[in-house]
């Protein structure tokens, strides 16, 4: 007796699987979205494909993912338009749908096709979908989603370029203090990202725009939100501290209104504020060429410096010994500034 009808369907190509993937995301227009019936359905069709996608990139678990399918998907959702769709589509998807297409998103990302990243290259011609993503951040429903979207694409120095040299990177100053704190931590970790991958994209950016940049980021050491005040001022010790960046580190350690923020920070009632704000602090105070007017505020305040900094402690250990030695020597320098500034004491 043949059983020949119970055979599984033919598995399909990766041509069909993007043309279906294509349709029904085509399918979520303004027209369906306000049709419940009709938006079920289609998001029924959106959630299967993206599973078959995903299967087909990352296999199913027993099967491994076939290379040339993977390749062949891969150029097939740029040549047919599907990234940017997914882009566009994604505040009508439902959760499910949504986390399959961050899934997906990344592996395509990583997928090199004849050894050129074909996805970051559409990108590349379409870079205002790294604004539409920044953007996102305001859409509570998405936020995270996006976040994580961003955060592949800045892993690609010329994608985390055109972000930090864009108007919508700005936009991360308002959004690292957003009222929700998981969309504020997640925004916060794509801006950190921004400046942390790619050192010679950032010290090039920080040298283009030195004044917009660290007026705005004064803003979040000086945040009235302790969260904020912790994570900018490490995220500070970061990038200022990587080689490619030491010109601007230089030139940072100049500015009087910069030591002031540094010395405000080593007051701060968290010890964790206090420790990192020391760390930046040293810098200025250990520069062979302080400008006269750092000079000045280190001697005039050396009273209340040498107490703080006698009462900062780090804990124990290792850490703690080259803590301790770094501090003194820096005692050291103020009190020199001021005997200087003051030969008769």
Not at 47 to 65: A, I, T
Not at 82 to 95: E, R, S, T, Y
Not at 188 to 193: A, E, L, V
């Amino acid at each position: 007796m043949s059983f020949s009808f119970f055979k599984a369907s033919r598995p399909k190509t990766p041509q069909e699987v993007v043309k279906a993937m294509k349709d029904s995301l085509v399918a979520l227009d303004t027209k369906t979205v306000v049709e419940v019936k009709a938006l079920e359905k289609a998001m029924e069709e959106v959630e299967k494909n993206f599973v078959s996608l995903r299967c087909m990139l990352c296999g199913d678990g027993e099967v491994e993912p076939n290379t040339d399918q993977v390749s062949q998907l891969a150029l097939e959702v740029c040549k047919e338009d599907v990234l940017a769709l997914m882009i566009h589509k994604l505040p009508n998807l439902g959760w499910e749908a949504r986390k399959d297409l961050v899934h997906c998103w990344s592996i395509l990302l990583k997928q090199k096709v004849d050894s050129r990243y074909c996805s970051v290259e559409y990108i590349e011609n379409h870079f205002e979908f790294l604004d539409f993503l920044v953007v996102c951040y305001d859409n509570k429903e998405i936020a995270l989603n996006c976040g994580l979207m961003l955060r592949e694409c800045i892993k690609f120095p010329t994608l985390a370029k055109y972000i930090l040299e864009s108007a919508s990177f700005e936009l991360f100053f308002k959004f690292v203090e957003l009222p929700n704190f998981d969309v504020a931590s997640d925004a916060f970790s794509t801006f950190k990202d921004l400046l942390t991958k790619h050192g010679t994209v950032v010290a090039e950016y920080l040298t283009a725009h030195y004044d917009e940049f660290f007026d705005q980021y004064e803003k979040l050491l000086t945040s009235s939100n302790y969260v904020t005040r912790r994570q900018s001022l490490k995220l500070l010790s970061e990038f200022l501290l990587e080689p490619p960046s030491s010109h601007i580190m230089k030139r940072y350690i100049q500015e009087v209104r910069y030591l002031k923020v540094m010395m405000t920070l080593l007051k701060d009632s968290s010890k964790n504020i206090q420790i990192s704000a020391f760390h930046i602090f040293k810098v200025f105070v250990a520069n062979p060429n302080k400008p006269r007017e750092v000079k000045v505020i280190l001697a005039k305040n050396h009273g209340k410096l040498l107490e703080l900094l006698h009462n900062l402690s780090a804990g124990k250990g290792a850490e703690d010994e080259q803590f301790e030695e770094e501090k003194e020597l820096i005692i050291k320098e103020i009190d020199r500034l001021s005997r200087l500034s003051n030969p008769d004491h």
